[in-house]
């Protein structure tokens, strides 16, 4: 079974500072990577996805950018956090034969 | 565009109850995930689905691909239930927009049980 990790699970950062989420995955190889962020009142919504090392695709415009330097790595990045990035930063995968979705733990951004 | 849209927002209910959460989506889809979030924030994958009806202990989810129409139910509910219960789907590649497969989601339903 896979297991997904991210860190910091809670991250408290002031206005126009970097940003720098890790997401490694454990139990598989090459899966699909995602990053959805959840704002406050809102659903989740997909922001990256990428099939493969290297290779990122971009859902919505935003202040945001990921990268997949290794297969099992994703990372989310900003070069200076706005107030509306704050919210909540799930990555996931999808691996297998059957399409099945795992969820890390989740990290809580809140921009001051 | 896809919506998925569910109901009810908010449920409170007695111990014991029986729930429904309803889900509705607007274009085609290959799969349809129910998901389980915690108040830390922590999602679980509680099925996904295709077609027909699973069943995991006391929770049971429908999906009718015809009418665009799913359903997650849960038998004697119980305050550990008490979470946010969100509806997500795999859209068919035709309108995925090239998402690989990222999951499209609703608002989710705020569910609590009480003793």
């Given at each position: 079974s896979q297991t997904i990790h991210q860190w910091p699970a809670t991250l408290v950062q002031p206005v126009g500072s970097p940003l720098s989420l890790e997401c490694t995955v454990e139990g598989t190889s090459n899966p699909n990577l995602y990053w959805y962020r959840q704002a406050a009142g809102r659903g989740l919504q997909l922001l990256f996805y990428s099939v493969g090392i290297g290779q990122i695709s971009s859902e919505v415009p935003q202040n945001l950018s990921a990268s997949r330097p290794q297969d099992r790595q994703f990372i989310l990045s900003s070069k200076k956090l706005l107030l509306s990035d704050s919210g909540f930063y799930l990555c996931a995968s999808l691996t297998g034969t059957y399409n099945e979705q795992f969820f890390g733990p989740g990290t809580r951004l809140t921009v001051l | 565009k896809n919506e998925v849209e569910q109901s009810p927002q908010n449920l409170t209910a007695q111990e014991g109850e029986f729930i429904t959460i309803n889900c509705s989506y607007s274009v085609g889809i290959s799969a349809l995930h129910w998901l389980q979030q915690h108040p830390g924030g922590g999602i679980v994958s509680l099925f996904m689905l295709s077609s027909g009806k699973k069943k995991h202990g006391r929770l049971i989810a429908t999906i009718n691909i015809q009418e665009k129409h799913s359903s997650l139910h849960i038998t004697a509910?119980?305050?550990?239930?008490?979470a946010v219960y969100i509806c997500a789907v795999t859209l068919q590649s035709m309108y995925s927009?090239?998402?690989?497969?990222g999951l499209t989601f609703g608002k989710g339903t705020h569910l609590i049980i009480q003793p």
């Open positions: - | 509910s119980h305050p550990r239930d008490s927009g090239g998402g690989a497969d």
